[in-house]
């Protein structure tokens, strides 16, 4: 046993030692775990250490030509060639920094790098504190970068955030340090910055905002402060533009002032409660003359919105823009801007035009007579009036709704609300056309038809053309125009329906490329924004609006163009208070419009709208149009404009003006006009305003055996301007006409014993729609035999019998054919009356007035023939021809033949 329990002991003594390497193995697990991170926690060391190394090896080198002077960004036009320069050095004064102000200098140390002094071109402690003063003291309150690094950035190195920038501005930093001394690398730093408005460095920014030598004249705490805090973002901070802004900036930098001991609690209260507009003075004209200056702004406006491109790398990064600028439209656009003969000095415009195809901007024109520089055309906002119609009225009902350019819409009064709704010239149709109310701009239809539609449907059809409409836009009467936009937005709109319904976002920057040789594509992207087919029947009825409507003024020979006129009123209560006239007078006037190359929008009127109207009666309010027609016109000099193709799903149907339907046989002519339908969407009802009228009454006939003439006579319907058309059918024919009349009343002459006659009189109106006819018969008896007289006894003698005497026979025929009158011409069909008027038949003698095949009731004629089987016995016509076989009388001397056949020939 007690072997057996020994041999029991070993096996749990080995079961013991076979369990303890696996609590030693969990154990190995974490430390290779341990051991792997800590391994490439070192290889990240060295690969970063040697990643930095060539980082740094890559680096450029300090060129004291680049540390001194800012590196000015290139303008290139569409054509890729230099136009400007964002930055000059030749205009640049700079200072000493001992003739820079003191205040000056510790204004932009305590903004910008409070620790300047102390550290080595790096700051450790401000990366982490620049967090913290961000939060406590508001955003913008403190950047990470040191002063020695922001030279360095805007010097050599450009604003991309990669590690590789990084590592190369921090040793370059450390660097600039080690070879410059603190009071130089302050200097470099104060003369090469950008202030915005033109100014660059110190000196040139305080004559800019205050008219003052900073060589000569002392600065206030308020004044360095405000200058101290522009280049952050120069644009935003403009004092000229953003009071607000900028006076909220500077007294951030007036409390970083304080907290550095910099000026005292009592003179920042004093400097933080002045105002800004009563600090800076007027710009002078120099920073106004540049060539471009209205363009260059809207490209320095749409790069600053980029998150990849900084404001500094744009003024002195070296930048090479691409922009779409055309010079010679820009210099067309420029000179009639400043020429145009404004009749009243204070009216103010600003326009837009823009290639329709790519959105690319050619021009842009302003008037730059304000101290507050306003761009009018870029970011004014002006509400559209009736240029809004196509975009948020009828455009939406088209594309969603599949309406008809003629489709009748509503034109009654009016009430939404408290507001009645008016056309401009007080009246109301009842029913119009959308052709018709665009084209005369009224308003009535285009609010019922956003009503119809809906506003959900109308503002993402807005939006879709960069409209940017909020829901408290969408109140019935924005399809009037009651919200605000500018042109460069209302431009880039129409532009779409010229372009097939495809928008292209407004551009002036087609891409930037650094001078590392790193470029971005800044074109946007072409949105679908509505169907080919709205796109073109919105065209086409613009069309109308230049050619016959409300904007014949803005009409160019040989251009197709299409546009739209808008105008907007002043509010009541500001004409009574201002005591303006109660009419004739504008508040806005607008003109939008385009063809296959260009698109411009134009507004017209003021700086200070409510103090100022635009005068009908000089016809300030067409300026707009004017503008547009000049300009347009000489852009397209030498341009093979093509005109708008129809698409394949847009047809062309015929319809009665006032229904918009399928027009009846009895619609007057010119009550039928062609509009444009979206395929598959004709009309399918046929309109039954215009019915068949009964043009004639009474109709009756009566044989008269004295003359052997039939007499028709009949009384006229409602409308007595009537012509009488006569149509005459014998023995079972078909009808044939007789004549045309405007009497009440017709004679057939030499009517044809034995025959049964029919009459047909149909009234036809000067538009040519045809009544009712009325119809009537009459029977003319046969002529009565006469009984022979018994022969005598002389007459029977056979000897003195003679043969009888073929010519003197009464019923002998004159040639071999069928006798009978009226056989030398063959009868023209009933619903032809252009017969032949010269043919030959079978023989007999024709003395009736039927010699002309064309015109029945007017000639004489003789024929003669041979009698062949087939009529083609020679004859002799004599008839007369004539167009109007009314003209010779209501008789006529010859009945057609009972039995010959309507004439079948084509």
Known sequence: ?????????????????????????????????????????????????????????????????????????????????????????????????????????????????????????????????????????????????????????????????????????????????????????????????????????????????????????????????????????????????????????????????????????????????????????????????????????????????????????????????????????????????????????????????????????????????????????????????????????????????????????????????????????????????????????????????????????????????????????????????????????????????????????PHTVRKVVFPDGREINIEPEPVKAMNDYTAYMVSDMLKSVVNEGTGTDAKISGLPVAGKTGTTNHPQEVVQSQGFPTSGIVRDAWFAGYTTEYSMAVWTGFNEPNKHYLDSSKGEDDTSKLLFKEIMSQVSEGINTADFQKPDSVVEVGVEKSTGLLPSDYTPKDQIVYELFVKGSTPEKTSDKYKQPDGVKGLSGKYNADSNSISLSWQPGEDKSFTYKVEMAVNGGGYQGVTETGDTGFTLENAQKGSEYKFKVTAVSDSGVSTKPAETSVSVPKEEEQEPEEPTEEDTNEDSETPPDEGNDENSDAGDGNSGDNQGEEEPPADDQSGNTDESGNGGQDQGNNGSGENPGNGSGNGSGNGSSDGSGSGNDSGSETDNPGDTGNTGSNAPPASTPPNEEE
């Open 1 to 505: 046993m007690s072997e057996y329990q020994s041999r029991q002991e070993r096996r749990k003594s080995n079961d013991k030692k076979k369990k303890s390497p696996k609590k030693a193995g969990k154990k190995g697990i974490f430390k290779k775990i341990f051991l792997t991170l800590v391994i490439l926690f070192l290889v990240g060391l060295v690969a970063g250490g040697i990643t930095s190394i060539a980082y740094i090896n890559n680096a450029p080198e300090l060129d004291p030509e680049k540390l001194t002077n800012p590196q000015s960004s290139i303008i290139l036009d569409k054509k890729d060639e230099e136009v400007q320069t964002l930055a000059g050095t030749d205009a640049r004064e700079v200072a000493k920094i001992d003739e820079i102000p003191d205040i000056l200098k510790n204004a932009f140390v305590s903004v910008e790098d409070t620790r300047f002094y102390d550290h080595f071109g790096i700051d450790p402690r401000r990366i982490g504190g620049a967090v913290l003063a961000n939060i406590t003291q508001g955003f913008g309150a403190e950047g990470a970068s040191t002063i020695t690094q922001q030279v360095i950035k805007n010097s050599l190195l450009t604003s991309e955030k990669s590690l590789e920038r990084k590592v190369q501005e921090a040793y370059l930093s450390i660097k600039l340090e080690q070879e410059y001394s603190k009071d130089q690398i302050l200097e470099m730093y104060l003369n090469k910055i950008y202030f915005g408005n033109g100014a660059w460095g110190v000196v040139d920014a305080a004559e800019t905002y205050f008219g003052k030598n900073i060589t000569e004249e002392d600065l206030t705490p308020g004044e360095a402060a405000l200058l101290a805090g522009l280049p952050q973002r120069p644009t935003y901070y403009n004092p000229y533009e953003y009071a607000d802004q900028a006076e909220q900036r500077r007294n951030v930098v007036l409390s970083l002032m304080e907290k550095q001991g910099v000026i005292t609690a009592e003179e920042a209260d004093k400097y933080q409660a002045e105002k800004v507009s009563d600090m800076v003075v007027a710009l002078t004209e120099d920073k106004e003359t540049d060539q471009y200056k209205v363009f260059m702004d809207q490209v320095v406006k749409e790069l600053r919105e980029r998150d990849d491109i900084s404001e500094k790398d744009i003024y002195s990064g070296g930048l090479e823009i691409y922009t779409t600028l055309d010079t010679r439209a820009q210099d067309i656009t420029t000179d009639v801007i400043a020429n145009y003969p404004y009749s009243n000095e204070d009216m103010r415009s600003g326009l837009v035009l823009m290639d329709t195809k790519t959105g690319s901007i050619r021009a842009i024109g302003e008037t730059r007579k304000d101290e507050n520089v306003i761009t009018y055309a870029t970011t004014g906002k002006f509400q559209p009036g009736s240029t809004a119609k196509p975009i948020v009225a009828y455009g939406p009902a088209i594309d969603t709704e599949q309406w008809s350019t003629g489709r009748s819409i509503k034109d009654e009064p009016l009430k939404i609300g408290d507001a009645n709704i008016r056309n401009w010239d007080r009246e109301y149709r009842g029913q119009v056309s959308m052709r018709r109310a665009l084209e005369m701009s009224y308003n009535v239809p285009a609010v019922n038809t956003f009503l119809e539609i809906g506003k959900e449907p109308a503002q993402e059809f807005a939006n879709k053309l960069g409209m940017d409409l909020k829901d408290e836009d969408m109140v019935p009467t924005a399809a009037i125009g009651t919200f605000s936009t500018s042109p460069l937005q209302m431009t880039g709109a129409y532009a779409a329906f010229g372009n097939g319904g495809t928008y292209n976002e």
